[in-house]
Nanobody, 121 residues
C-alpha cells in the first residue's frame, strides 16, 4: 500500500528526492513519515509530517538539509534530501501514522518496502 522510490547512488553534497505513493486507501487524514536503517543499526526516525502538511518534525541530524512534504490529492509523500553525507546511507522507509500529527511516536501503522540511498564520499 506504500511504495517508496527515488533512491540511488549520489556523491556527498548531492541531492535526491524520495517519493512514497499510497495505493488501496487514502492516508490524507493521517500523519506520514520517513525512517531509515543503516547496515548493523536500528531503524531510526528521519522526518514526519501532519495530515495537513502544516506541522513537520525532523531528527536533528537532517534539520536544514531534508524537507518532507505531501500532496494529498496525489496520495503521495516526498522527502527532498540536500547536502547528502555518507552517514545518510541507508534504506529509507515511508510509514503512515496512527494519528493525524507529525509525531514520531505514532508512526508505524503501515510501512513501505524501502528504497536504498547510498552516498559516496
Amino acid at each position: 500500500q506504500l511504495q517508496a522510490s527515488g533512491g540511488g547512488l549520489v556523491q556527498a553534497g548531492g541531492s535526491l528526492r524520495l517519493s512514497c505513493a499510497a495505493s488501496g486507501r487514502s492516508f490524507s487524514s493521517y500523519g506520514m513519515g520517513w525512517f531509515r536503517q543503516a547496515p548493523g543499526k536500528e531503524r531510526e526516525f528521519v522526518a514526519g509530517i501532519s495530515w495537513s502538511g502544516i506541522s513537520t518534525d525532523y531528527t536533528d541530524s537532517v534539520k536544514g538539509r531534508f524537507a518532507i512534504s505531501r500532496d494529498n490529492a496525489e496520495n503521495t509523500v516526498y522527502q527532498q534530501m540536500n547536502s547528502l553525507k555518507p552517514e545518510d546511507t541507508a534504506v529509507y522507509y515511508c510509514t503512515a501514522s496512527r494519528k493525524e500529527g507529525s509525531s514520531r511516536m505514532f508512526m508505524g501503522a503501515y510501512w513501505g518496502q524501502g528504497t536504498q540511498v547510498t552516498v559516496s564520499s
